[in-house]
T-cell receptor, first 114, second 117 residues
Framework: GAGVSQSPRYKVAKRGQDVALRCDPI?????LFWYQQALGQGPEFLTY????????KSGLPSDRFFAERPEGSVSTLKIQRTQQEDSAVYLC????????????FGNGTRLTVT | AQSVTQLGSHVSVSEGALVLLRCNYS??????LFWYVQYPNQGLQLLLK??????LVKGINGFEAEFKKSETSFHLTKPSAHMSDAAEYFC???????????????FGAGTRLAVHP
């Protein structure tokens, strides 16, 4: 497929468990973003990668959140010791290096922490 | 700092009626502005964008938006609503990160559009 792919689509975790969310961006896209979308809210910026470099992690809500993109393609967002407030849809988006190029979003991973 | 405010979290219109979704922005530099649509359980799809060219921007599915600097607005309109337009709509502004040479999108809280027969 030509779009941004995220897996799993749905994840239920018990409070305290660790989770890993995967994002496969469009091939050749240099820029990759993670957003968190709480129920009834707009997406909130979490972190940004340019190739394998994490240039901005200012939106990560706590040190329990960690993201990586070791080879500049697939990215993983990891949440340690999940809390109920982590329940949200996590969106991944990618685009070409050109800043005016459109941002392509995946369908997201819906995380529910019970 | 750049931000957007969407007035009205829910808008309901009749099929065939005018759609107007409001967005006001705050930006210390000339903004790039966007409208995205989100259908249930899906990601965001770009409807249209303003990048300092024509102030009236036409997008997909018959939507358009007009950039009005004097009103700091970028309202989304469609002359005639269709049932398939029912979705969540997000206005967004670009936040320029000069030190890193990139930009990121700052989203509004969204407006849920309902279309009834």
């Amino acid at each position: 497929g030509a779009g941004v792919s995220q897996s799993p689509r749905y994840k239920v975790a018990k409070r305290g468990q660790d989770v890993a969310l995967r994002c496969d961006p469009i091939s050749g896209h240099v820029s990759l973003f993670w957003y968190q979308q709480a129920l009834g809210q707009g997406p909130e910026f979490l972190t940004y990668f340019q190739n394998e470099a994490q240039l901005d992690k200012s939106g990560l809500p706590s040190d329990r959140f960690f993201a990586e993109r070791p080879e500049g393609s697939v990215s993983t967002l990891k949440i340690q010791r999940t809390q109920q407030e982590d329940s949200a849809v996590y969106l991944c988006a990618s685009r070409l290096r050109t800043e005016n190029s459109p941002l392509h979003f995946g369908n997201g991973t819906r995380l529910t922490v019970t | 700092a750049q931000s957007v405010t969407q007035l009205g979290s829910h808008v309901s219109v009749s099929e065939g009626a005018l759609v107007l979704l409001r967005c006001n922005y705050s930006s210390s530099v000339p903004p790039y502005l966007f409208w995205y649509v989100q259908y249930p359980n899906q990601g965001l799809q770009l409807l249209l964008k303003y990048t300092s060219a024509a102030t009236l921007v036409k997008g997909i599915n018959g939507f358009e938006a007009e950039f009005k600097k004097s009103e700091t607005s970028f309202h989304l309109t469609k002359p005639s609503a269709h049932m398939s337009d029912a979705a969540e709509y997000f206005c967004a502004v670009t936040l320029l990160m000069f030190s890193g040479g990139y930009n990121k999108l700052i989203f509004g809280a969204g407006t849920r559009l309902a279309v009834h027969p």
